[in-house]
């Protein structure tokens, strides 16, 4: 069983940046892929990005790919998403979700365990 909670969403000006956060307890930390999806008002959730269990690969969707980055501390349990070049287009509420042993799937019904949600307003 892990629990996540994702922090760091806000408003920003489109070209700003963000870090989201995402802290997960529960279970060994490393043994789980984690993945960042996002869903915008009435529009389907979608991938950004992914990093397999233990670290290393990542994975990111072509339309975040140069501007985000995700990245993962084992030690303190978390997983970062930084995002910078912000657009306008990117405003959703921003996802974190567990796959236990995982590659890093782009599939959002892959991942067991998903956080609440941080909303992320990027604005013109």
């Known amino acids: 069983q892990v629990q996540l909670v994702e922090t760091g969403g806000g408003l920003v000006q489109a070209g700003g940046s963000l870090r989201l956060s995402c802290a997960a307890s529960g279970d060994t930390f490393s043994s789980y892929a984690m993945g960042w999806f996002r869903q915008a008002p009435g529009k389907e959730r979608e991938f950004v990005a992914a990093i397999r269990y233990g670290g290393g690969s990542t994975y990111y969707s072509d339309p975040v790919k140069g501007r985000f980055t995700m990245s993962r501390d084992n030690a303190k349990s978390t997983v970062y998403l930084q995002m910078n070049s912000l657009k306008p287009e990117d405003t959703a509420v921003y996802y974190c979700?567990?796959?236990?042993w995982g590659s890093g799937s782009p599939n959002w019904a892959s991942y067991r365990y998903r956080g609440q949600g941080t909303q992320v307003t990027v604005s013109s």
């Open positions: 979700a567990a796959d236990r």
